[in-house]
Every structure is written in C-alpha cells, then in structure tokens.
C-alpha cells in the first residue's frame, strides 16, 4: 500500500512538473515569436514562465526525494556503511525532522503572504496559491523520507556515476 502510493505520488509530481516545463517552453516562445514576428509582446508571459519554472523545480525537488538522487557529501560513506542500514534509516528521520520544520517555516511565509495580499507584478493575482508549492515540496519530501526510514526497501538504491 505505501509503496504504491509513494509510486502515485511520484507520477503525480512528474507529470505536474512536466506540464509545467512544458507550459514555460511554449509561453516563452510565444512571447519571443509574438516579438519577432508580430512586433508586440504577451502580457505577462515572462512572468508566468517564471513561476511555471518556480514550480517545476520545487516538483523537481520532491522528485529527486522520490528516486534517491539528491546531491550529498560522501566522503564519510566508508566509515558510515559499517552501520548500515541504521544509518541510513536514521539520515531518512533526520531528513523526515528537517523537511516538516522547513515546511513549517514555508507556510507561515504563506500566511503572511496571504495576510498581507501580496500580488504578482504586471498581472496583479494574488501569489499565495503558487506559494503553496513551497510548503508542499517540503512536507511531500518529509514524508517521504519519513517512508523510507520506516520502509528502507521502498528508498530506490543510489545509483553511482561511473568514472
């Protein structure tokens, strides 16, 4: 059960993050093409590609969750493999602990976004909805640390570059 939702939740995130990129690539060559053809801008484009690329990368954080790939320190792994998988297990609630206080953090940014009706240049909407990406990008990666130090077989093995 846990396993598959960890895999829904991973193709979730992948095709929001997809959609995502794929709606900042087709905004920023419409304004181009709108510029250097038509001679006349998208209102608001740039912006908009901009928080389209915002999310994306949040999504993509919680992607790199999914499949183990975060960049890390390594070089303490010789001595920290003896006592594996603890270690590890430990590292994934450490990581569980840490990510729920930064989501904590990133809500009551919300909050006082939301509070204070703060809205986004050229287009004026009110940001705090796509601001809710931060706060879930972290408590989505908490648990799913949080999963993986009670389920270390569900952590997908971090695979090593050759060379």
Excluded at 15 to 39: K, N
Aim: glycine share 6%; aromatic share 14%.
């Amino acid at each position: 059960m846990l396993a598959r939702t960890l895999r829904w939740l991973r193709l979730i995130e992948a095709s929001v993050a997809s959609a995502a990129y794929a709606a900042v690539a087709i905004l920023l060559m419409a304004d181009v093409i709108g510029r250097e053809v038509f001679e006349t801008a998208i209102l608001g484009a740039q912006q908009l590609a901009v928080y389209g690329a915002i999310l994306a990368g949040f999504l993509g954080f919680t992607l790199a969750t999914s499949d183990n790939t975060h960049l890390r320190p390594e070089f303490l792994d010789f001595i920290l493999k003896r006592f594996e998988p603890w270690t590890s297990q430990a590292g994934n609630a450490l990581s569980a602990l840490f990510f729920f206080g930064a989501g904590y953090v990133a809500w009551t940014f919300v909050e006082i976004s939301m509070d204070a009706g703060d809205r986004a240049p050229v287009l004026y909407f009110v940001v705090w909805p796509l601001q809710l990406i931060i706060p879930y990008a972290f408590i989505s990666s908490g648990l799913k640390h949080l999963a993986f130090a009670a389920r270390p077989d569900l952590q997908p093995a971090k695979e090593r570059e050759a060379g």
